[in-house]
């Protein structure tokens, strides 16, 4: 809504009618306006004047509201890791219902970058040298866009990314904790083992979120000694649901019957294991994910199946924060520093498995 200032002063006049000096300053968004007149008028008649300024104010602010409403719609860009990936389908779904809900008419553009780093340094270049108000970035491998990184933040664009990890040059990076959810499920699994047993241990290097998850398995590993990693394979995320298939069918072709338990790093290579797993015959295998992802939680709910836990990240709600911290940055012209609370912002992701897996669907 416009927010207008009424100021008003008075003067007299050789016939002594009181000269009356009004002027307003109209605020939307970040623009103002300033605009005024005087009026000589009889005391009877100053109040009436007053009704009437009053209201040419307020359609005057109207008016702009309406043609500048289109002509400053912010312009945002969203650079995808990769755009196939549920994670990243539902941190835009959350988004996209919170600018329904607030009726941000955004001009929102999204780049692909098809899980290739590189291609994400590029795109963000191309976002920077569009002059966009603000860029997203969800679920990327940031180490080789330090550059572009810098360059947009040197050029005033503020940079919001989403389970990308913090690097100089991004206002902030809203996550979950990838240790504390990976020391969550891996222990979980390791325990429905019984501490012993041979594992597939899935990993994927390239996403600082996967990485930590495994290290901290690794760590998990350590202190159980009975655990026996059959193979251990770094997914390529470029064509991760398909690479994923193909591995699982050698390893059950090679181990068969030995495969005791599947570590998946999120949740769609899980179930990629699950598919080959089942097509094999193999039914008593316990797989974990994480993601919590609509499809998994149903399949930890299902009691025959092999998906025995996932952990539910909040990615909605990561989406609509990203807005939020939008519309106070630079639509409200919010110092960042004041807008969001720290450089990381960690949100809740419970462990998921098939005692409470009703309380997620």
Known sequence: ????????????????????????????????????????????????????????????????????????????????????????????????????????????????????????????????????????????????????????????????????????????????????????????????????GNLIFLRMAEHHGTRKRGDVMLDVLREYQGVNVLVEHNIDYTAFFEDTTSRMQDYVARFGADIDAVWAPWDEPAQAAINVLTAAGLTDVKVIGIDGHPQAVEEVCKQDSMMIATVSQPFEGMGAQVGQWIVSIVEDGQDADEAVPSKTVYMNAPLVTKSNCEDFR
């Open 1 to 196: 809504m416009p927010q207008i200032a009424l100021r008003q002063g008075l003067l007299l006049n050789k016939c002594n009618f009181a000269r009356h000096l009004y002027s307003s300053q109209v605020s939307i968004h970040s623009q103002t306006w300033e605009i005024g007149f005087s009026v000589s008028v009889s005391p009877n008649l100053r109040e009436e004047y007053e009704v009437k300024y009053t209201k040419i104010v307020t359609l005057f602010a109207a008016a702009l509201m309406a043609t500048t409403g289109a002509a400053s719609a912010i312009d945002v860009a969203w650079v995808h890791s990769n755009a196939a990936a549920q994670s990243e389908q539902r941190v835009k779904a959350g988004f996209q219902e919170w600018l329904d809900e607030s009726g941000k008419d955004w001009n929102v553009s999204y780049l692909d970058s098809g899980g290739s780093g590189e291609a994400v340094a590029s795109n963000l270049e191309d976002a920077a040298s569009r002059g966009v108000d603000a860029i997203i970035i969800t679920m990327s491998d940031l180490r080789a866009s330090r550059a572009a990184i810098a360059a947009a933040a040197e050029a005033g664009i503020p940079i919001f990314s989403v389970d990308s990890g913090y690097i100089d040059g991004l206002v902030v990076d809203i996550t979950t904790n990838n240790w504390a959810m990976s020391a969550d499920v891996s222990t979980y699994l390791i325990d429905e083992m019984g501490g012993e």
